[in-house]
């Protein structure tokens, strides 16, 4: 069931969107941040100045059609008027994540050898400073939020202006210089399709990461095909909360602004609680993890309240599981619980729905594969989630569930234009528009993922008898134990994390005789129970090393090891006492987990759990 998709055949490149922004749309705020006093908000109008303001403001500083420029700041409406900016010069921008190291910055900049960058605040300033020597292609630094010492450091080496400055150096030009805007906007259609947008960095769960080049076509063949797939339209109200940086937020952002949606920044990832009820958002992408501790704070909730309390909420939840799972299935639902269900929402679903708003119709779920428990649980409770699936190099989508034909567990169907095969060994390829034109610097490595024109994903799946892809796995991540077993540790993970129980699972045992498991407990939920049991609380250190704790997880797994293979069985597992992050290196700045970070991180406690204690075991 879909409607008649609009194509806007008059954005040809991404430098399209400033105008297509000002002729089509006069909102008083079309873009707004949340803040703690309320709202920062952006006309259409102003929005489209400012873009060009900074534009001409960047070309002063000598940026041209070609030159790469850096963005290292958090997501916010300035980050959009600093990529556009550079874009309708013909400018390809660089985002870095601001939660990199200094040296993780300074490879991404040294590597794409860009002129200019834009950083957010003083902070960011400052690690660019601490490195600028060792970056020799930098010749501006652009902090968006002004601060000494710093501000005004105009003749320094790189000169450094604000964002303020910049702009006003490019509105003064626009005043004196005649002619000038009709110069820019002459210049900004000359961008082709085929020229280079972007180079955007992956993420690096291994090694240095590599720099991606998408071109104007690439990214706008995704553009389009997620259009035609999610039917977003000027109604909409999205909340932005994921990082700019990362290629699947990015390309949201640009389709909110290629249909005219109301789009509202949070202030940052700690605040999006706050700011998602005074938005009230109608539709937002969000990876794996967010839902999944959104699911679990349900859950922790529940487990915390009274004896009715929890008797209702089982009740409403088999109410409309009932009924979701038969309308997911193509099947009418049982007929006492379609009676049941308006109940159920008015006592249990809808409090649950105002947690984020009231009025979410759709959410977006990438980045990683999103367990079928937790899609279950949203789409039961009224907060449908289409997962999609795709890469960095694919700019980035592949794959989505049409939220009106849904099936959990997959990542949906290939979007329009994009083709998936499955090779011998069940790595997704793929082809379309939207593949990348090869990473920069690294031709041995682009001629080893783009081999006769398919994109060679990395990823293990297949596809199901009606054409959704259900992805099982990444294949450099694939276990392979002493006895030559293969092992996929998603599944097993999932499995785990859909537990209120668990907060993260980390399967190990490469070359190992048998499977372990690394488990954060989620410890609101697991102090509840302990709680509940009549035993003693205590602290993270101490919960994890309790006997009584250990047999709860111990009962977990065994329940879990009943449905797997023999060679797949968990026989020995950890509890740690603190939580993955980014700072620790442990997750990527999209929150996916680095393997071999965590490995290293927990040696010890993994070197424990094979050393032998039973002489069974260790046979085995």
Request: proline content about 6%; glycine content about 8%.
């Amino acid at each position: 069931m879909t409607a008649d998709i609009p194509t806007y055949p008059e954005v040809t490149t991404l430098a399209d969107l400033p105008f297509h922004v000002a002729t089509r749309f006069n909102r008083p705020a079309h873009l707004r941040r949340c803040l703690a006093e309320g709202f920062y908000e952006i006309s259409s109008k102003a929005f489209y100045e400012q873009i060009r303001a900074f534009s001409l403001g960047l070309q002063t500083l000598g940026v041209a059609a070609g030159d790469r420029v850096g963005i290292v700041c958090e997501s916010r409406p300035e980050w959009s008027i600093a990529d556009l900016a550079a874009l309708t010069i013909g400018a390809v921008t660089v985002p870095v994540y601001p939660t990199l190291s200094a040296a993780q910055t300074q490879f991404i900049l040294q590597d794409a050898g860009v002129k200019a960058v834009v950083v957010s605040d003083k902070v960011q300033l400052a690690k660019l400073l601490d490195i600028a020597r060792d970056l020799p292609t930098v010749t501006a630094v652009i902090p968006v939020e002004a601060t000494a010492p710093f501000h005004g450091a105009a003749t320094a080496s790189p000169a450094v202006r604000s964002m303020a400055e910049v702009t006003e150096v490019g509105s003064g030009r626009l005043a004196r210089e005649a002619g000038l805007a009709e110069q820019w906007a002459d210049g900004a259609r000359r961008v082709k399709p085929s020229d280079v947008a972007t180079i955007i960095y992956t993420s690096g769960t291994t090694g240095h990461p590599k720099g991606v080049v998408l071109s104007h076509d690439n990214m706008l063949a995704n553009l389009r095909a997620g259009n035609a797939s999610l039917q977003i339209t000027d109604q909409d109200y999205p909340l932005s909360f994921l990082p700019l940086s990362h290629v699947f937020e990015r390309l949201a952002l640009y389709l909110y602004l290629l249909v005219g949606a109301h789009v509202s920044f949070a202030e940052s990832l700690q605040t999006v609680t706050r700011d998602i009820v005074r938005v009230r958002p109608t539709m937002m992408t969000g990876v794996p993890r967010v839902f999944e501790k959104f699911h679990h704070a349900v859950l922790d909730a529940v487990a915390g309240g009274p004896a009715v309390r929890k008797a209702l909420f089982k009740w409403a939840m088999g109410v409309a599981y009932a009924v979701s799972d038969a309308r997911i299935a193509g099947r009418k639902p049982p007929i006492l619980a379609a009676l049941q269900r308006p109940l159920a929402d008015a006592l249990v679903l809808k409090k649950i729905r105002a947690r984020v708003g009231g009025r979410l119709r759709l959410m977006v779920s990438g980045s990683a594969p999103l367990s079928r428990t937790t899609g279950a649980f949203f789409y039961a409770v009224g907060l449908p989630i289409s997962e999609c699936y795709g890469l960095t190099e694919s700019s980035p989508g592949l794959t989505a569930n049409p939220p009106w034909a849904p099936k959990l567990g997959t990542v949906g169907k290939p979007i329009p234009g994009v083709e998936i095969r499955i090779a011998e060994d069940g790595e997704v390829l793929a082809r379309g528009p939207n593949i990348m034109q090869g990473y920069l610097n690294r031709p041995d490595e682009t001629a080893a993922a783009l081999r006769d024109g398919w994109l060679h994903t990395g990823d293990i799946g297949h596809l199901d008898r009606d054409g959704y892809l259900m992805i099982t796995d990444r294949k450099k991540d694939l276990i392979v134990t002493s006895g030559g077993k293969n092992i996929a540790p998603a599944p097993i993970e999932m499995r785990l994390k859909a537990s209120p129980l668990v907060q993260e699972a980390i399967l190990v045992g490469d070359r190992r005789k048998f499977p372990a498991v690394l488990i954060v407990p989620d410890f609101v939920a697991l102090e509840a129970q302990v709680r509940e049991a009549g035993a003693p609380s205590g602290s993270r250190e101490q919960l994890a090393g309790r006997e009584d704790v250990q047999a709860i997880y111990q009962a977990l797994l065994d329940e879990i090891n009943v449905d797997l293979a023999q060679f797949e069985k968990i026989k020995r597992f950890a509890l740690l006492p603190t939580e993955m992050t980014i700072e620790a290196g442990e997750l990527t700045p999209t929150l996916k987990i680095r393997r071999k970070i965590v490995e290293q991180r927990w040696a010890h406690v993994i070197e424990q759990l094979y050393a032998s204690r039973d002489p069974l075991l260790s046979a085995s």
